[in-house]
């Protein structure tokens, strides 16, 4: 099983869940629960996709309590009203001076700390967080064009989505979505 969260969903980037096996003692219950949750999905009727979220909570409650936390640092709590500043307003022009400001650091300090933390610059983190919202919205939302997901996002031109979606996926946004469809 794969699950992937929003970052307003409770469980974080600071929560560093690593990929990870995991035994369950009752792992029959949870392939039931978990093909139930996606059969609902699947199915289209409100109704049970709903039920399904039930199904995906009570999976999730299973798993949870026997997952490691990545070993290493904590994040620096000095950063994470900036993390939670980017979650929140990803479609936004965002600039590190402001960012480092809320924090109360120099630029070249809070990039310093930053980077330490989280293993990339905070416009790298930005672009992370963008584009797996992108990924999301791909996959979930057919009906929308590439470009109207780029500008939903905030990004300045789908040109430049395409690219930076290429870089950081491998594929263009067009091939990634038909992928995922066909599934």
Do not use: W
């Amino acid at each position: 099983m794969h699950f992937a969260f929003e970052p307003t969903c409770g469980i974080s980037e600071r929560d560093r869940f690593l990929l990870q096996r995991v035994r369950l003692p009752d792992v029959e219950k949870l392939t039931e629960l978990y093909t139930d949750c996606y059969n609902a999905y699947k199915s289209g009727e409100t109704t049970r996709q709903m039920a399904s979220l039930g199904a995906f909570f009570s999976c999730l409650g299973m798993v949870l309590p026997h997952l490691q936390r990545k070993s290493g640092k904590p994040i620096d709590t000095r950063i994470e009203q900036a993390l939670e500043y980017v979650n929140l307003h990803l479609s936004e022009p965002i600039s590190v001076s402001a960012l480092a400001q809320m924090c109360g650091m120099s630029v070249p300090n809070f990039h310093l700390h930053f980077k330490r933390s989280m293993g990339m610059s905070p416009i790298e983190y930005k672009n992370h967080v963008l584009i797996r919202r992108t990924m999301q919205l791909l996959k979930g939302e057919p009906q929308l064009s590439i470009e109207q997901i780029s500008e939903i996002c905030g990004f300045e031109s789908s040109a430049y989505f395409r690219r930076l979606f290429k870089k950081h996926v491998g594929t263009s946004p067009r091939e990634y979505r038909r992928s995922h469809l066909d599934m």
